[in-house]
Nanobody, 120 residues
Framework: VQLQASGGGLVQAGDSLRVSCVAS????????MGWFRQARGKEREFVAA????????RYQDSVKGRFIITRDNTRNTVYLQMNSLQSEDTAVYYC??????????????WGQGTLVTVSS
């Protein structure tokens, strides 16, 4: 299984950015997908998850109303649209795959990360 994240970069506070993750080696349309992040010196934390059909989403409280997770099962891709970015959002963002009920606590697969840096 490979989860290839991309789209990170350097933005200013208040800007928007979309990161993507392309999955291979798994039945994407049957997998819940999620995003996690890890800031320097901190533990990795859950950001958002989306059900396999895309009809249910969950978010960490600090990103609710600013971040949107979506997926395209025809492209085996999950997206995280990040709006109103703040310096506290600076982190390496990782995508993950698993079950919708369990992905927040223990994804089955992890991808490599993409760095998002928000300058203030």
């Amino acid at each position: 299984v490979q989860l290839q994240a991309s789209g990170g970069g350097l933005v200013q506070a208040g800007d928007s950015l979309r990161v993507s993750c392309v999955a291979s080696g798994l039945t994407f349309s049957n997998s819940a997908m999620g995003w996690f992040r890890q800031a320097r010196g901190k533990e990795r934390e859950f950001v958002a998850a989306i059900s396999w059909r895309g009809d249910d989403q969950r978010y960490q409280d600090s990103v609710k109303g600013r971040f949107i997770i979506t997926r395209d099962n025809t492209r085996n891709t999950v997206y995280l649209q990040m709006n109103s970015l703040q310096s506290e959002d600076t982190a390496v963002y990782y995508c993950a795959a698993g079950t919708f009920s369990g992905i927040r606590d223990g994804p089955k697969y992890w991808g490599q990360g993409t760095l998002v840096t928000v300058s203030s």
